[in-house]
């Protein structure tokens, strides 16, 4: 696996960041202007003939907002490779690697349409899941799990509009060491409405 | 290898038909696999997870504190609770001070999936085999207190909790 | 002629064709009843059993429902052909009932209501025409999955004429007749034309699993690919009476299998292989009948849950590239081995 | 002048006829006497395509395949109706001469028709117009990437 | 008219040339998402030319429920129950793979018995859903019969589920380092009754399908997919092995003691629906197998990893131990802590290789954590598969592809 | 197993014309006799659904195994699973394709209100779109539930007054007091 | 008037009010059914000429094979004429009752002068299939072998016509 | 009133004849024409029936099995160069393929 990497960097040199091995698994980060390069060398040269899975990420508040995480497998030699490729949330296009594995068509749209993640020389960029025409892009960190109210595509004639999903005061999301875990707590709350009012506080 | 090759009879279509045929005409005499749901009584398997309720103890007492555990884990928010203080009025044990006001399960929206009672401290919630719940509003499937409890009768407790507090 | 003599001619006209569709019309939903109830058993299950004692009046509620039921007529079908299209699938099954030997004779009369000379052209001619019912369906509901459906079934069941028509030569080169009634006298004392034309009887016996729509070559109704083919846009009774109909064509065809090869009324020993001479062998004969349609029928429901279906391809080719030559070696073999008898 | 009896089948056929036709304009006029009156929207008037809006403005159309399968089935009904009325005579003309049939010449008759039909039923087999499946003959094209 | 803004995702040249051209036979139409045989709601467009299918562009999303999203708030125990309704044909199985997936983060190894129940989980998981798969591709191509066969074994399948964890398919069964509970006594003999009664339905289907002409004509050379091609597209699981690829995670990257079975991997040769379809009836098989071996070898010990700040405390102690109580509110409240970084895990399930990708930022909620569904990859094939064929091949098709919407639209 | 909750629907109303009731009774017992569903699919339950077709449970006993998929010749809907907002437009129109008179059954917990599935892309219960008779609660239901949902429904069609309705389009009225849900079944 | 007059007169009214319905019904499709509910009633009068076979021939090969045909191509071009066919045709509203009256002019006297119209009772003819199809396969044999080469060439014809031109 | 004769027959039979022409001279629609042409042909064969029943002989009818025969041939070809000329032109117009030819 090590070899992959260092030709890789032999060959694009800074372009490539190594990520630390986590729990055996081995990634590296590239350049937004050079992934499909890079993901063709990785086809041709190293054998990684198969594009497992392509997943766009949010970090909101950081900077690049936006990440694309390839998870690349070689069935010859039975190894995953990740690829990471930052995108800033102004400029969030990537080069499409549908010329290189098939496969990712679907993905790349599925990104596009949760994250709003360009992809350049998709053949056929439209949203995949949600409906033509429906404006968020739901797995973005700003975006409620609720959902913002939308209006229905034109062929569902009778079936309203897309509201909010009642939360009930949850979901009681909790994370160690953040300052919101007491506060979330439904004991805490009293009413319905007073929970709900600091879900939204904390955005979630 | 996996792909047969089909023989000159099999090619002719017929034998094969006739050989389903026989197939399924055994099944004709067979005994019917059907339980026939209302009349026909059945076994429910293992420790069957049916909609969750509440009980009380021996004593007769509602065993939830409040503690509010259930509502907080319960993947599909369906349970409600509004906690309260315990009636003093009568005390049974008096070492327990919360008791719901009100307790909500929207049978809507619970999936059965028995964390409420996995996750309850008190064991004050419990998944009954009531299998089968249907209503005409949906308001009359969202189960308070009394209901739950009416559900749940009383759950012969081996460890008393608060005997001896 | 006699005035009243002619009013109980009449009379007994009217008896004849009031019981005639009392009888069809007591057969054919129990057809669709022990089509659920058959497949029920095949598929280990018990079948509709709630409705009246054993379901027994499962048709009788569904029929009901059906004429209690909306009549949509949607706007953009073509009203007139979308009205009269279901009749035209009903009618030629209800024709060809008047055209069967029931029975030899009951008392003085024939269990024929109309014993036309060459009744089997009729039945040819009139079968022909729930082709017109299929198409003008799927023409009149001006929507995709009804057209095809309705097109594809049309291609199917005239392609399969053809193939009916031929498989049949064999049967009237033996029997010089094309009357039904003769058919079976001849059985009745030759044997059952099963045994004379078995490659005729099975030639026919696949036609008519094509000519009535039924598995293996269920395409036109084939839920999984057109919805339910040309009768999606029909709803109520007119719906039902495709439905009806489907199964009347079913009980046709079982019962020219049953005249035509399996010695319709007959059976082969005494007093049962001549046309009755007492009123209760007149009955046997007609019970004889029906049962005898009974078991084709069972066959047909046994069929059909047991094969896969066709491709619609594969079930044309098979119809023109198979069965067709085959049926004309059949009629060659039997003109060849008649000819040499000479004949007789 | 004419006897009936020649006509009574047929006559009870019209009866018959009469009588289904009768039974069809009940069935199909009763439920909308019995049933819900009509109700009429744009969606319930609409066309049934699984549950959207139909496809594509243009017409239904069918391959022309079904309109050459039903030419054949016209061709080939009159040689059924030969044939037909051939096999219900075929044993009475194959006696010879002396026994007032024809002997082998209606068979050969009927061989030589056949034939020159079975030619076309091999014509038209031979280019394909029994075939549905025209995609194994020709190359399979690039799905779209 | 239809509606342009909702045929937006057809490709405008493609929808302009089906458009024009009058005397031409083509056709548009739209097969599901309300369809016997798109298999729930997929829904896919056709250009038709005659009889013969010249463009086909799948239609997902219907089924889009938020698994992600919800995911990202809540905790990672939580969810199991959602893993249940991915693969909703084989729940056992997804939980499975989530569990592994939550504790190759956490860095947890589970005992032994837990290993081995697990194994038994998931060949349940693959019996059950082959069935279904087998039973739903039979009814399509017209054999109605083996569905219901298919369906009498899978009932039974439900039996020993509901034995297992007390629901019929969504059973939740497993836990972050352990599952629900411990295999109940009256589960082994039941199960080895299923399997001595298996075998016999498998050969019925067998019987009524396998060499029945009717049958291997409509599959046999239909929906041929390359190997090449399947690898292009990603495909997994059993419509990869029919394309000649042999790759089985089991085999491949054995999880949960695998290693210690012994079956093998069917592969096809052809890569037709055909292939598909045996593929699936031998890999029923070789679960039996792998089922006899775990209910020969099934260790004692305990089922779960003993860690008050993974596993939940025995009740007992929780009702008696103020520590445990703690624990207990630990974990519920505030998840499991794990610790950051980004791990992807996958396994073999019975449609193909179900992965996992979470990336944590510590704490006890997933930062993201993607799903991905073996069905989303492998619908993609649909195009490729279909074009060229004839309308009824589609059903063929697609009940051999043998797909489930859940997971594909999540 | 036994019933918690018992449901008087046998006692016929008193005040209403002896005849006219007979009738009712006679159409509702046509209508609850013959009702085909029209399985809307969705998700897991669908499954479920499926299930209670098959040997087990078989619906069919219920003369209910008619499933139209055309929903021109189908009498109730029994919307079995997750309903999201891209397929509600669709589920709609089925709904209104549908001849009267119809029901629909909510069956699970997704359907009968978005159930487990709090989120931005479903729809919170179908009830938001269509007129639900019966709710079933569970995710997925048991088919027994199923078939106990199936005969909730049968008691409604048994205790609405068809025959005065018979020409109207409109649902027809429901004597709201032989309808006391919920019906709890508790197994053994 | 008999029961068979009133049968001859209802056929033939019926069939000549098809016709005209064929002739002036706007819809391909509604013509295409007046013509078979037209061939219906001839078939009826056939019965009534004791002609049973020719009429069994007619409704089973006209109304059952080609009137499908018919409507077939009815529904494969779904062409939709004017609904104002009979506008601006003076010519063939002029010609078509002429060329119709001149013809009937010109055979009936020759039909009268041939004698035809006369006939005796005896010399009536029953149309049974035996009656017909007899002479057809003991005299008219070369006519048959000729039917049959005329439907080869239709075979053929109509499969060339029908087949799928190959894509520019 | 007198009885149903020979001549009835052919009086039907001649008006069945001339709305066949009408047919052919007025219908623009060549499906229309080939309608009037069935009605053409089912007129003769009419004639020939009522003569061959009167005339106690089997020509006629012989006659009229080979002409539905005949028929049925030339249904298949003219409907087939209809459909053949449509599918190139789009249009079954007879006037409009009358001015093809000049
Ligand atoms: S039921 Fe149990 S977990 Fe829920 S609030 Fe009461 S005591 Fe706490
Ligand atoms: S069973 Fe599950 S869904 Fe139902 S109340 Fe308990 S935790 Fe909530
Ligand atoms: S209720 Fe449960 S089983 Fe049913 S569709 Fe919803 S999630 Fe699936």
């Known amino acids: 696996m090590h070899a992959t990497i260092e030709k890789l960097k032999a060959k694009f040199g800074a372009e490539i960041g190594e990520l630390p091995e986590f729990r055996g698994e081995f990634g590296v980060t590239v350049a937004r202007a050079k992934i499909l390069d890079v993901c063709r060398f990785l086809k041709t040269e190293c054998g990684f003939d198969m594009l497992t899975d392509l997943s766009g990420v949010d970090n909101l508040g950081a900077e690049p907002r936006f990440e694309v995480h390839y998870l690349l497998y070689s069935l010859t030699r039975r190894q995953h490779l990740r690829l990471v490729v930052g995108v800033p949330a102004d400029a969030a296009v990537v080069e499409s690697v549908v010329s290189v594995w098939s496969t990712a068509d679907w993905h790349e749209r599925e990104a596009f349409d949760m994250f709003g993640i360009s992809f350049r020389g998709h053949p056929n960029l439209t949203r995949i899941i949600m409906w033509e025409g429906y404006p968020h892009h739901p797995l973005r960190k700003d975006f409620p799990l609720a959902g913002l109210p939308a209006e229905l595509p034109a062929t569902a004639q009778n079936a309203g509009a897309v509201q909010p999903a009642p939360m009930e005061g949850g979901p009681f999301v909790a994370s160690i060491g953040t300052a919101g875990a007491t506060r979330r707590e439904p004991r805490v709350h009293d009413t319905a409405a007073e929970r709900d009012a600091t879900a939204q506080q904390e955005g979630i | 290898m996996l792909r047969p090759k089909l023989t000159f009879l099999d090619r002719l279509y017929l034998p094969q038909i006739l050989a389903g045929m026989w197939t399924t005409l055994k099944h004709i005499p067979r005994r019917r696999f059907t339980r026939q749901y209302p009349e026909e009584k059945f076994k429910l398997l293992g420790k069957y997870r049916g909609a969750p309720v509440l009980v009380r103890n021996q004593a007769g007492q509602v065993k939830c504190v409040s503690c509010q555990l259930c509502e907080f884990v319960c993947p599909p928010k369906a349970i409600r609770l509004f906690p309260g203080q315990r009636d003093q009025a009568a005390p049974v044990e008096a070492k327990i001070e919360k008791e719901p006001q009100d307790f909500v399960i929207d049978m809507t929206r619970c999936i059965y999936c028995g964390m409420c009672e996995e996750v309850c401290p008190e064991q004050a919630i419990f998944l009954k085999k009531d299998f089968a719940i249907a209503g005409y509003k949906r308001t009359e499937l969202q189960f308070h207190k009394d209901k739950l409890l009416e559900l749940g009768g009383v759950h012969e407790d081996p460890i008393c909790k608060w005997k001896n507090k | 002629m006699h005035l009243d003599g002619v009013i109980v001619e009449w009379l007994l006209v009217l008896v004849r064709v009031i019981a005639l569709f009392v009888i069809t019309f007591l057969i054919v939903p129990y057809t669709v009843m022990a089509e659920r109830w058959v497949c029920a058993w095949i598929q280990d299950r018990v079948g509709p059993n709630r409705t009246g004692p054993f379901g027994i009046m499962q048709p009788w509620a569904d029929a009901l429902k059906l004429f209690l039921k909306e009549d949509i007529v949607p706007h953009h079908v073509r009203k007139v052909y979308y009205v009269i299209a279901p009749t035209l699938v009903f009618l030629p099954a209800l024709l060809t009932m008047a055209l069967m030997p029931w029975g030899s004779n009951l008392g003085p009369m024939s269990c024929v209501l109309a014993d036309i000379g060459p009744g089997m052209l009729v039945v040819f001619a009139v079968s022909a025409f729930s082709v017109y019912g299929i198409v003008l369906a799927g023409w009149a509901s001006n929507s995709k999955y009804p057209f095809l459906g309705g097109v594809r079934s049309a291609a199917q069941l005239i392609s399969y004429e053809v193939c009916i028509g031929l498989s049949l030569v064999a049967i009237f080169m033996q029997t010089q007749t094309l009357n039904l009634t003769q058919t079976v006298l001849y059985q009745a004392s030759h044997g059952w034309l099963v045994w004379q034309q078995p490659l005729a009887a099975l030639l026919f016996l696949i036609c008519m699993f094509a000519e009535t729509n039924r598995a293996p070559f269920d395409f036109p109704e084939a839920e999984q690919e057109l919805v339910s083919g040309y009768n999606i846009e029909y709803s109520s009774l007119k719906f039902g009476l495709f439905f009806l109909g489907e199964y009347a064509n079913m009980m046709v065809a079982s019962m020219l299998l049953v005249t035509l090869f399996f010695g319709g009324w007959s059976l082969p020993f005494a007093p049962f292989n001549a046309p009755a001479q007492v009123w209760w062998v007149g009955l046997a004969h007609v019970a004889i009948f029906i049962a005898k349609t009974a078991c084709m029928l069972f066959v047909y429901i046994w069929v059909r849950w047991t094969v896969p279906r066709f491709r619609y391809d594969q079930l044309m080719g098979l119809g023109w590239k198979v069965l067709f030559p085959l049926a004309l070696v059949n009629i060659l073999i039997t003109a060849v081995v008649l000819g040499l008898r000479g004949g007789a | ?145 | 008219m239809p509606d342009l803004r909702d045929m937006a995702w057809i490709d405008s040249a493609a929808r302009a040339q089906a458009a024009a051209d009058p005397s031409a036979e083509r056709m548009v139409i739209n097969m599901g998402p309300q369809h016997p045989s798109t298999h729930g709601v997929l829904r896919i467009v056709l250009e038709l030319d005659g009889e013969e299918v010249i463009n086909v562009w799948p239609d997902i999303g219907y089924l889009h429920r938020g698994d992600e999203k919800i995911a990202e708030n809540m905790t990672y125990t939580q969810f199991i129950p959602y893993t249940d309704r991915l693969d909703y044909l084989a729940p056992l199985a997804n939980n499975v793979a989530y569990a592994l997936a939550v504790e190759k983060l956490l860095g947890v190894d589970v005992p032994r018995r837990c290993k081995y129940i697990r194994v038994i989980c998931c060949e349940l998981a693959r019996i059950s859903s082959h069935l279904l798969g087998i039973g739903c591709y039979a009814m399509d191509v017209g054999a109605t019969t083996v569905f219901f066969y298919a369906m009498r074994q899978r009932e039974l399948v439900h039996d020993l589920c509901e034995t297992l964890s007390g629901a019929r398919f969504t059973t939740a069964y497993t836990r972050i380092g352990g599952l629900m509970n411990d295999l109940p006594p009256e589960f082994l003999p039941l199960l080895q009754t299923f399997l001595k009664g298996l075998p016999a339905t498998v050969a019925e289907i067998d019987g009524l399908l396998t060499r029945n002409r009717i049958f291997v004509d409509r599959t046999k050379n239909i929906g041929v997919l390359s190997a090449a091609d399947a690898i292009d597209l990603g495909l997994t699981g059993p419509n990869l092995r029919a394309s000649g690829v042999e790759f089985d995670l089991r085999k491949a990257h054995p999880y949960s003691a695998y290693e210690e079975f012994d079956f093998e991997v069917p592969v096809g040769t052809v890569g037709d629906c055909y292939d598909r379809y045996l593929v699936r009836m031998e890999e029923i098989r070789q679960s039996i197998r792998i089922l006899h071996q775990a209910v020969e070898r099934l260790p004692d010990g305990p089922w779960h990893v003993d860690d008050p700040k993974i596993f939940l405390p025995r009740k007992e102690k929780v009702l008696t131990k103020m520590e445990e109580l703690i624990h207990q509110f630990m974990i519920v409240t505030e998840g499991l802590n794990a610790p950051p970084g980004e791990i992807y895990f996958s396994a073999e399930n019975p449609k193909g290789e179900l992965g996992f990708l979470i990336i944590s930022r510590g704490g006890g909620v997933p930062h993201r954590l993607k799903i991905r569904g073996p069905s989303f990859v492998n619908l993609q094939a649909l195009p490729k598969l279909c074009i060229g064929h004839m309308v009824s091949d589609m059903t063929a098709i697609l009940g051999s592809l043998d797909f489930v919407m859940g997971e594909c639209d999540r | 197993m036994k019933q918690l909750t018992p449901v008087a629907f046998d006692t016929r109303m008193e005040q209403r014309d002896v005849i006219v009731t007979r009738l009712d009774a006679a159409i509702d017992w046509i209508r609850k006799s013959s009702c085909w569903p029209q399985p809307m699919g969705l998700a897991c339950c669908a499954i479920e659904l499926m299930a209670s077709g098959a040997a087990r449970f078989d619906i069919a006993r219920f003369g209910a195994e008619v499933m139209r998929f055309s929903p021109r010749q189908s009498d109730v809907m029994i919307v079995a699973g997750t309903c999201t907002y891209k397929m509600a437009g669709i589920t709609r129109r089925i709904w209104e394709q549908m001849p009267s008179p119809k029901w629909c059954i909510a069956m699970g917990a997704c359907a009968s209100s978005g159930g487990m599935y709090r989120s931005y892309a479903v729809v919170q219960g179908v009830d938001n779109f269509l007129p639900v008779d019966v709710y079933i609660s569970g995710c997925p239901p048991r088919p027994e539930a199923l078939l106990e949902g199936f005969i909730t429904l049968q008691k409604k069609i048994m205790a609405s007054k068809q025959f005065g309705n018979l020409w109207s389009p409109d649902p027809a009225p429901v004597d709201e007091r032989l309808l006391k849900g919920p019906i709890v079944i508790r197994g053994e | 008037m008999t029961a068979y007059d009133a049968i001859f007169w209802f056929f033939s009214l019926a069939l000549l009010l098809c016709g005209v319905l064929v002739l002036i019904s706007p819809n391909a499709v509604a013509s295409g059914l007046y013509l078979v509910l037209s061939f219906f009633f001839l078939a009826g009068l056939y019965v009534l000429l004791e002609a049973f076979f020719l009429a069994l021939i007619q409704i089973l090969v006209y109304a059952g094979a080609i009137m499908v045909l018919f409507l077939f191509v009815i529904m494969l071009l779904d062409f939709r004429e004017s609904r104002h066919w009979w506008r601006g045709n003076l010519l063939g509203w002029l010609g078509a009752p002429l060329a119709a009256g001149t013809l009937l002019t010109a055979l009936l006297p020759i039909l009268k002068r041939s004698g035809a119209l006369a006939v005796a009772p005896e010399q009536w003819f029953e149309g049974t299939l035996e009656n017909v199809m007899t002479p057809v396969f003991t005299r008219y044999l070369l006519p048959v072998e000729v039917t049959a080469l005329i439907l080869l060439a239709a075979t053929i014809g109509g499969v060339v016509l029908g087949r799928k031109e190959t894509k520019p | 009133m007198m009885h149903v004769g020979l001549i009835h027959y052919l009086a039907v039979s001649g008006a069945l004849f001339a709305l066949g022409l009408a047919c052919i001279v007025l219908r623009r629609n060549a499906l229309l024409v080939f309608m009037g042409l069935e009605l053409n042909l089912n007129a003769a064969n009419l004639a020939l029936v009522a003569f061959s029943r009167y005339g106690g002989h089997a020509e006629g009818q012989v006659l009229a099995t080979f002409i539905i025969a005949i028929a049925a041939a030339e249904v298949a070809i003219g409907l087939a160069i209809i459909v053949a000329l449509f599918r190139r032109r789009a249009t079954i117009v007879t006037d409009l393929l009358r001015s093809l030819k000049g």
Not at chain 4, 33 to 56: F, M, Q, V, W
Not at chain 4, 126 to 145: H, I, T, Y
Request: glycine share 8%; net charge positive.
């Open chain 4, 1 to 145: 002048m004419h006897p009936a009896e020649h006509f009574w089948p047929f006559i009870m056929f019209g009866v018959m006829l009469v009588a289904a036709i009768g039974f069809s304009i009940i069935a199909v006029t009763l439920p909308s006497i019995l049933g819900p009156r009509k109700t009429h929207n744009a969606i319930k008037d609409s066309a049934y395509e699984c549950g959207l809006p139909a496809e594509s403005g243009t017409p239904p159309r069918f391959s022309v395949k079904f309109y050459v399968v039903a030419m054949l089935f016209i061709l080939f009904d009159i040689e059924v109706v030969f044939l037909v009325a051939w096999g219900v005579l075929y044993r009475k003309l194959i006696r010879p001469e002396a026994a007032g049939g024809i002997g082998w010449t209606v068979l050969i008759v009927a061989v030589v028709f056949l034939l020159i039909l079975e030619a076309g039923h091999i014509y038209a087999w031979r280019s394909g117009a029994l075939d549905w499946a025209s995609w194994r003959s020709r190359p399979q094209k690039e799905p779209r990437a």
